[in-house]
């Protein structure tokens, strides 16, 4: 049975406003929007393992924001054994915020389940990893939404009990080396005497500011230095001294920073010398022996002047003025009285070559997933997967016709306008640059039509479709400095501070939204060469793309990313960056080590599709894309290289017949019997990371194609199209195929591969996971046929209570009907398909089953649905199964479409050994 730690919050010691005292067991949270809040504070928790935390919440019965997502939200402070706060870019099961380093939001009173109308409370319950070397924690429970008050008490962590030889093994981890936690949990750089070096471009005139962290895992008080070397634009170094900047004889200029505690918060201001294009930092300790890591990815800006906002106390809402203040900050721009009139961003900062084919993105991207699919049909706007929308004569820019979030999103981006500018009849090039200029009028900067413009992705798209519409202009016109492609240019170039200021402050770590960003200011910095910032804003987007796909995709290949559809799209973005980087020469390392990774992950991805071109919908799967089509465009045009691997060329093979894809790092398995005609089958298991920040939670879910009928899926959905009771229902456990104890939903976790074995024809995987807290113990058994004609599923918990049940969930595709034939029988029907799904238990007993469809009584209990692929949600058929016992309980179900299978399996459980492997 699972032995249990239960860790209780220990007194501050200050008692500072809203200070939560272990004695006073009920913390009243007023509704002050987050300032309002109860603090907590939990010693001696152990690291590198997961937790969960637990509290009692009761609302006021007069409560009114009953079913916002965002009611309350739980604040993390990581510390170290002597109090200092640790920086983590990334903790898995909470997200990264800015009030508090990490945060997780409690849903309003409308989700709990019925029950708690009438004692207007509710238990909460979350799970998340404590990174080492975090010792203690500070919780703080804030107001977010809440209309009056709430209350909380009985405050815990609970952790699954460490051995001696758990702590010992866990105490003898170096983190600075070679930990077994993956490193896209910890990207941080372990110093040693040979420095690390990373490469920023400066702005002339302006002081460089860097800030970071680094923290000490010895018992002695060392420190680290930082080397400077100051380097003009052909590369060649500029001799020290340097302004603030100590040297020596033997490792000649360097800036020294103590670490007199465990960790230490620094800000190194770097002003550069006269004639110094770029700057170089060397981090390295002062002795071998020291264990100092550097905390990754690094804060840089350029200085106060010229920070985004305060060129725009200003009040240049003019894309023109707004350049023309920066250039009087920049101090003039030298070379501009040798040129004649007319003068412009297009004369000043472009490169000729560079602005007829900008270094864009997001219009590849979308080229490789969706081919030549316009987004103008008959002067009708396509977008979100919604149905064709008239264009009108004159846009508002607040237009949502179809009250989508994703229509919007897109809308925003302007992305449609370069399939306009394409489309004589709509109006052409011409048309597509006055929308452009209407966006930006109407638009003024902090006063958007839509606040979903503002978003950085839609923000990052948008400034390369200006960029795109630059290029699209007659040369004759670039030349004769236009002012509508000045315009264009010098709010492109605007951008460019907002994106490399997002970037900076490491708001979207570990995320596609930061990957895509950074490629926005990396082809603003390339299109504008001769602009003072570039050289800056590349050094500031190199530096987070190596961060980002350090974090996302490991070395192996595999990724920390839940959803297969994001995954296969930050590949994408990988390979075009790839591709880019062969144009720049400081890039080459960063696009050797990049490019393998993508290729032993591409593997995975192809091995994963099934026989019908598609990913399985498991995590974050918008409609409208089809995965085969997107691969096939993807590696013809940017991955023809990776086709010298002959493990990628064989699965780009596909061969037919039997096949078992195991990818475990990725948490991903597959079983596949492909034949060149309609009838194959097919089932896809996903055990991988569980992320609270944009994942579903899925861990052992599954979906099932047996003789080309998809019987068993995932309800999908995107966060872009759904929102609010559908969001929150298409991310739960109960809308995903896995068993629930005892109704404890799973929480962030991960589950791995315990056992693989044969029998005769028949496939068998166990998985564990911990995605239900320390409390529970649970195995699900995956068994299969060759020809996947008949399939069993097993799920396995241990619990120290006396009793113990749990419900196991099927979510059926559309069009599939379900019928109970008796207590021991549930048939599902296609046309003239039939699988028939059998329980059978091997410890405890089977408790029944039942269908629901469409059931939407509250949030808290919506059942029955798929996601719709315009938004929102569609009724369809899920079958229950229950099962009971005291201790543990092992059962599960059979689903075969044929009588043979089904001897086959049941043949299989009554053998000993089988028995075994399950219990």
């Not at 990052?460 to 509508?484: H, M, N, Q, W």
């Not at 800056?536 to 990313?561: C, M, P, T």
């Amino acid at each position: 049975m699972p032995e249990v730690t239960r860790i209780l919050p220990v007194p501050r010691d200050q008692a500072a406003e809203g200070s939560a005292n272990p004695g006073d067991d009920i913390q009243v949270v007023a509704n002050h929007n987050r300032w309002s809040r109860a603090v907590y504070e939990f010693r001696d928790v152990s690291n590198d393992a997961w937790c969960e935390l637990n509290f009692l919440i009761a609302w006021h019965q007069e409560e009114t924001s009953r079913a916002v997502q965002d009611f309350a939200a739980v604040g993390f402070d990581f510390l170290t054994e002597d109090g200092s706060s640790i920086e983590f870019a990334y903790v898995p099961g909470l997200s990264r915020s800015q009030i508090d380093p990490h945060s997780y939001h409690v849903a309003g009173p409308a989700f709990y389940d019925r029950s708690s109308e009438h004692s207007h409370s509710a238990l909460v319950g979350f799970r998340f990893f404590i990174p080492a070397p975090a010792k203690r924690l500070t919780v703080t429970i804030r107001s977010w939404r809440n209309s009056h008050p709430f209350t909380i008490s009985n405050l815990r962590i609970e952790q699954k009990a460490q051995s001696a030889s758990d702590n010992q093994e866990a105490n003898s981890e170096a983190p600075v080396g070679g930990s077994t936690v993956p490193a896209s949990r910890r990207p941080w750089w372990g110093l040693s005497t040979t420095p690390r070096w990373q490469r920023y471009g400066i702005v002339p005139g302006h002081p460089l500011f860097v800030r970071g962290q680094l923290v000490n895992h010895g018992p002695e008080g060392d420190g680290a230095l930082a080397r400077v070397v100051f380097r003009d634009a052909q590369g060649n170094e500029l001799k020290p001294p340097y302004e603030g900047v100590s040297s020596s004889s033997i490792i000649d200029a360097y800036i020294d920073i103590p670490v007199h505690r465990q960790t230490r918060r620094f800000t190194l201001e770097l002003n550069p010398p006269a004639g110094a294009a770029l700057v170089e930092l060397g981090f390295q300790a002062w002795r071998d022996e020291a264990a100092i890591s550097l905390v990754t990815p690094l804060e840089v800006t350029a200085g106060e002047d010229l920070l985004l906002e305060n060129i725009l106390e200003e009040d240049r809402s003019d894309p023109l003025d707004f350049l023309e203040a920066v250039r009087n900050r920049l101090g003039g721009l030298p070379g501009l009285e040798t040129r004649k009139a007319p003068v412009g961003p297009v004369d000043w900062f472009g490169d000729a070559e560079r602005l007829t084919s900008p270094m864009t993105f997001h219009d590849r991207l979308k080229a490789v997933q969706h081919g030549e699919e316009p987004t103008i049909i008959d002067n009708r706007l396509a977008l979100g997967g919604q149905e064709p929308w008239p264009i009108p004569d004159v846009f508002e820019w607040t237009e949502d016709p179809y009250h989508s979030s994703s229509w919007r999103l897109e809308f925003q981006s302007l992305s449609w306008l370069l399939d306009l500018a394409r489309s004589p009849a709509a109006g052409g090039s011409t048309r597509a640059v006055d929308l452009a200029l209407a966006w930006i009028q109407s638009n003024p900067w902090g006063h958007s039509r839509d606040p979903l413009s503002t978003y950085p992705l839609s923000m990052a798209t948008r400034a390369e479709v200006f960029l795109r519409l630059v290029a699209l202009a007659p040369e004759s016109r670039r030349r004769k400095g236009d002012r509508r492609q000045n315009i264009l240019l010098a709010e492109t170039m605007r951008y460019g501070f907002a994106l490399s200021e997002i970037l900076s402050q490491n708001i979207f770590p570990a995320s596609d939204t930061q990957l895509r960003t950074a490629c926005a200011l990396l082809a603003i910095a390339e299109a504008t060469p001769l602009f003072p910032m570039a050289s800056y804003w590349k050094s500031v987007a190199l530096s987070q793309l190596r961060s980002g796909f350090d974090q996302l995709i490991n070395h192996d290949g595999s990724s920390i990313e839940q959803s297969l559809h994001n995954r296969l799209e930050i590949m994408s973005a990988g390979l075009l960056l790839v591709e880019s980087l062969r144009k720049i020469p400081e890039g080459k390392e960063f696009q050797d080590s990049l490019e393998a990774r993508l290729k032993r992950g591409l593997r995975t991805i192809v091995g994963i599709t099934d026989p019908a071109g598609m990913l399985p919908p498991l995590g974050e799967a918008p409609r409208g894309y089809h995965h085969a089509s997107w691969l096939r465009r993807l590696i013809s045009k940017y991955g023809r290289s990776l086709l010298s691997d002959p493990e990628l060329a064989a699965e780009l093979s596909y061969p037919p017949g039997p096949r078992i894809f195991v990818a475990e790092a990725d948490g991903v398995v597959v079983f596949r019997n492909y034949e060149h005609k309609p009838h194959w089958s097919y089932l896809c298991a996903s055990f991988g990371e569980q992320r609270h920040e944009n994942g579903h939670f899925d861990c052992s879910s599954f979906v099932y194609v047996a003789r080309g009928v998809r019987w068993i899926t995932d309800p999908g959905g995107s966060s872009h199209n759904h929102a609010g009771p559908t969001r929150h229902y298409l991310v739960s456990p109960a809308a995903h195929n896995i068993a629930i104890p005892e109704g404890c939903n799973q929480s962030s976790g991960h589950g791995w591969v315990e056992s693989r074995t044969t029998f005769d024809n028949v496939n068998v995987i166990r998985i564990g996971t911990n995605v239900f807290g320390p409390r529970f113990e649970h195995t699900r058994t995956i068994m299969c046929l060759d020809n996947l004609d008949a399939v069993a599923i097993f799920d396995r918990f241990r619990s120290s209570g006396e009793n113990l049940s749990f419900d196991g969930h099927f979510h059926f595709a559309e069009g599939i009907a379900v019928a109970l034939a008796n207590a021991n029988l549930a048939i599902g029907f296609r046309d003239k398909s039939r699988l028939r799904m059998i329980p059978h238990e091997i410890t405890g007993q089977h408790s029944g089953m039942r269908i629901q469809n469409g059931c939407n009584d509250r949030p808290s209990s919506l059942q029955g649905f798929l996601s719709h692929p315009s938004g929102g949600l569609q009724p369809a058929n899920v079958l229950t199964y229950k099962f009971s016992g005291s201790g543990e309980v092992c059962g599960g179900m059979i689903l075969t479409i044929s009588d043979q299978g089904l001897r086959r399996i049941l043949d299989l459980l009554a053998e000993q050994e089988v028995r075994s492997l399950l219990a």
